[in-house]
Nanobody
């Protein structure tokens, strides 16, 4: 199992910025996809942004033009989410995940523990 450790959440004012990081620990073979999801109180977890192994990105419509997903392609494989022009509706717990395929195994998905992002004046 891969452990994912998120950091960078916190309180921001509307219009402000935050940068989230997701650092995997342990050896990861054949990363297929990494992504960020969020879950607001009383709501389902939804996609924010994903990046494939070929660096193809996908964003939720609500964050296009404001959020940027990126990845450190060194052995650390750290995933980032740059969030600009934050809005109160961006308030949620943000989770990162990785879809990877260990040797001789089917692909599996591992999740981080989540980091709280609160946007409020």
């Amino acid at each position: 199992q891969v452990e994912l450790v998120e950091s960078g959440g916190g309180l921001a004012q509307p219009g402000g910025s935050l940068r989230l990081s997701c650092a995997p620990s342990g050896t990861i073979f054949r990363i297929r996809n990494m992504g960020w999801y969020r879950q607001a109180p009383g709501k389902e977890r939804t996609l924010v942004a994903t990046m494939s192994s070929e660096s193809t990105t996908n964003y939720a419509d609500s964050v296009k033009g404001r959020f940027t997903i990126s990845r450190d392609n060194s052995a650390k494989n750290t995933l980032y989410l740059e969030m600009n022009n934050l809005k109160p509706e961006d308030t949620a717990v943000y989770y990162c995940n990785v879809v990877h395929q260990p040797p001789f195994s089917l692909p599996r998905t591992d999740w981080g523990q989540g980091t709280q992002v609160t946007v409020s004046s």
